[in-house]
């Protein structure tokens, strides 16, 4: 039987450009196509480590600690002054820290009122440690402060990042100062 070529009876039309997708319209269609991948991902997963032996965990054999473990201060230093300002940073961390006043309404100090608080009345060991933190506050921002009550307003309430860490360094250069 011979060939026939096919003769074209009508025009045929051309098929329509695809109208473009809407931006969501691709986003869909991709986490679409994503997940279908991610799921055959997963399963080729599960197949190809199904023969790896593994033995349960005993889950009493884990150990449990609290959610929100509880700060304790650090072992004293030998110096008194150092002691005194460890002390203080430990308050702030446990009481909180505030700026613009002594004390605020939630029981949080002002580095000074800190100091103060954990000196017990004795105002010659308050002032060493005041002494040696305004050292520290200036070996960090020069002559910009007059007073540890200066430099701790100057931050704003609920960042007591700098004063905190000024608080520590001051109580390890008295430390090393021996005092």
Do not use: K
């Not at 991610?38 to 965990?57: F, G, K, M, R, S």
């Not at 650090?74 to 820290?97: E, K």
Request: net charge negative.
């Amino acid at each position: 039987m011979p060939y026939a070529t096919p003769t074209p009876t009508s025009a045929v039309a051309a098929p329509s450009p695809a109208a473009a997708l809407s931006l969501e319209e691709r986003l869909t269609l991709v986490s679409t196509t994503m997940t279908a991948r991610l799921d055959e991902a997963a399963v080729a997963y599960e197949i190809n480590t199904a023969h790896i032996p593994t033995t349960p965990i005993d889950l009493n054999d884990l150990v449990a600690l609290p959610l929100t473990p509880t700060l304790q201060p650090p072992a004293p230093p030998s110096t008194p002054v150092a002691a005194l300002l460890q002390r203080a940073h430990h308050r702030l961390l446990t009481d909180g820290w505030c700026a613009g006043s002594f004390r605020n309404e939630y029981g949080a100090l002002c580095l000074f009122g800190a100091i103060r608080s954990e000196a017990h009345r004795d105002p010659g060991l308050e002032m060493d440690a005041i002494t040696v933190l305004m050292d520290t506050i200036r070996r960090q921002f020069g002559d910009r402060f007059e007073s540890v009550p200066a430099f701790n307003d100057s931050f704003r309430a609920g960042d007591a990042r700098i004063p905190l860490r000024i608080l520590g360094q001051a109580a390890d250069l008295a430390d090393a100062r021996s005092l």
